[in-house]
Structures are given as C-alpha cells and as structure tokens.
C-alpha cells in the first residue's frame, strides 16, 4: 500500500542509500506501542529478514504476554521460559535473596553471562525470553526492573550482530529506561486516534531517553484513507510503512504458525522499511 506524499518527503533523504547501507557497529531496535496493535508480529518478521541479511540476530521478548516464540512458528514446548519468572536469578543478581536488608538491590547486577546461557537458537537467530514486570507502578524502582536494564544495556554488539526488543504494549515500559542506548524504536499504530496517541506518548518519552530514530508502522489497514489521517497525526514521526489488514495474518496466530510465511505482502512492506530504517540509523 502507497504511503502518503508527506511522509514519502520525511524519509526520502535517507532513501538514496538503500541498499548500500554499511554499519560499522550492530545496533539495538525496539518495537512498541498501543496493545493488540501488531508489535509482536512486526517484530518476528523484521527479526527474520534481518537475519535473512545476514546479521546476528538476538530477539528479545520483553512483553509480559510472552508471545514472541509463537509468531516466530516456535512451538511452545520449544519456547525459552520468561528469566522475569526466575525469582531465584534475579533475586541473587540483585541482591535481593532472603538474608537482604530492606528493599535495597544493586541497580548494575552482574548479566554477562545471562544472555548465551538463557537464548534459544532457531533457524539461525536467537531469542531470549524475557518477559515484563507486571507489577503495577513498579516503574524502573525494582529489582526486576534493573535486571532488565542492565541486560539491555550490557550486550555490546559487533558489526552484523543485531538485538530486536519486542515491547510491553504501551507507554510503561518506557519508563523504566530500560530500552536507553537503543538506536531506533519503531512504534506500531493501526487506524482511530488511541494507538496514534499512545504513539505520540511513547515517542515524547524517547525523546527524553535520547533515542534517535523514531519511527512508526501503519497496520491493520483497509484503505488508504487511513494511512492519510495516520500520517497527517503522526507529529512528524516518519511513516515507515503501511500494512494491509490480512486475514492471513491473522490465521497464522490462530494456527501458531510463523508469521513470516503467512503474507508475502506484509514482508515485502517490511523489508522495505527495514532498509529504510537502516539507512536512518546509519545517518546518525
Ligand atoms: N496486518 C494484520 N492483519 C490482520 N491481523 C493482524 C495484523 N497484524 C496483527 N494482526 C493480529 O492482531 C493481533 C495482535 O497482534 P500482535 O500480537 O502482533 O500485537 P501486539 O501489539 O504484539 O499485541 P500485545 O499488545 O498483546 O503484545 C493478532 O491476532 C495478530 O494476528
Ligand atoms: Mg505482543
């Protein structure tokens, strides 16, 4: 699906160099927004093609409905289990096992080796389980939180290595900074106002972070009208893509099957703004 002229102008200064993009260093990409918006779909399918690219691929579920595996086609006796889960790693990581004093926990727990010993390989990338902190208004002040941080922050990549975030649904997960030092996040919206003002939150929220590239992912889309009135609300963010609502997406949740395989239409309209959003992160 076409995307309108006004968001064609904000990304096209990058475009000249797709294709010839060249990293020097890996980089970190998360995938937000509203709930049920097509984040974790978004995100299994950019894993694929990254790695299709030839890069290192670390996919991270950092959802509390950990969903990642199944629309990667993972079956779920194959999944990893959620490290949020694991009270007894996270609680000696911290600091927080049962002879601690009060609730103090160390904010920098040593994670180096968390990521090799807890990712799962599958057909070529890598997918490590985190799982979201559901604790209500736990914001970044607990001992879950700064594990996650920590873990985010900690894996250094090298060139062709690559590590993708699929989010929380909403704006919280954004307040816990876990997701600083990333170089892009890309924040999915579907057509009606309240996805475009959780994306408009999120967004304001990187800015705080110091988060580059902002970009965000129409999905769900049944005509072009409604990729108009969600580029005309966006506040700037580029329009990376738009994606068709597609029954057969939506047959490959019910079936847990790999969404990559469902729709040749949403890969296409991904790996285009997979490119796009190579060269924006090359330019910074
Ligand atoms: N383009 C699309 N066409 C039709 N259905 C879609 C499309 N994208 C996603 N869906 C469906 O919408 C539902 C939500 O998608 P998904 O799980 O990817 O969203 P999410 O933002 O990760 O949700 P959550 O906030 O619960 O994590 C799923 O049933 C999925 O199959
Ligand atoms: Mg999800």
């Not at 997960?173 to 959780?198: K, N, Q, W």
Request: aromatic share 4%.
């Amino acid at each position: 699906m076409e995307i309108p002229s006004q968001s064609q102008d904000i990304i096209s200064a990058d475009l000249e160099s797709v294709g010839k993009v060249a990293l020097n260093s890996g980089f970190r990409i998360a995938v937000g927004g509203k709930g049920g918006v097509g984040k974790t779909t978004v995100c299994s399918v950019l894993t694929q093609l990254f790695q299709k690219d030839g890069f290192d691929v670390l996919a991270i579920d950092a959802d509390s409905d950990t969903n990642l595996a199944s629309a990667l086609g993972i079956p779920e006796s194959q999944a990893p289990a959620p490290l949020i889960g694991m009270k007894h790693l996270i609680a000696e990581r911290t600091g927080t096992g049962k002879d601690a004093v009060g609730a103090y926990f160390k904010m920098n727990p040593e994670v180096s080796d968390i990521p090799e010993r807890y990712w799962r390989q599958h057909n070529g990338f890598k997918l490590l389980v985190l799982g979201g902190i559901k604790r209500a208004g736990a914001g970044c002040a607990c001992s879950e939180g700064a594990f996650l941080r920590a873990l985010l922050t900690h894996i250094i990549l090298q060139r062709k290595e690559m590590v993708l975030v699929d989010l929380d649904a909403g704006v919280e997960c954004m307040g816990r900074s876990s997701i600083e030092g990333i170089d892009a996040l890309v924040v999915v919206v579907e057509p009606g106002s309240r996805s475009i003002e959780t994306a408009l939150n999120i967004s304001q929220m990187a800015k705080k972070l110091n988060i580059k590239q902002v970009v965000a992912i129409a999905n769900k889309i049944t005509d072009l009208q409604q990729v108009n009135d969600i580029a005309s609300q966006l506040n700037g963010i580029p329009l990376l893509a738009s994606i068709q609502h597609s029954v057969p997406v939506q047959q490959a949740d019910i079936a847990r099957t790999n969404v990559f395989e469902a729709s040749s239409e949403l890969v296409d309209q991904l790996s285009e703004a997979k490119q796009t959003l190579m060269s924006m992160i090359a330019s910074t």
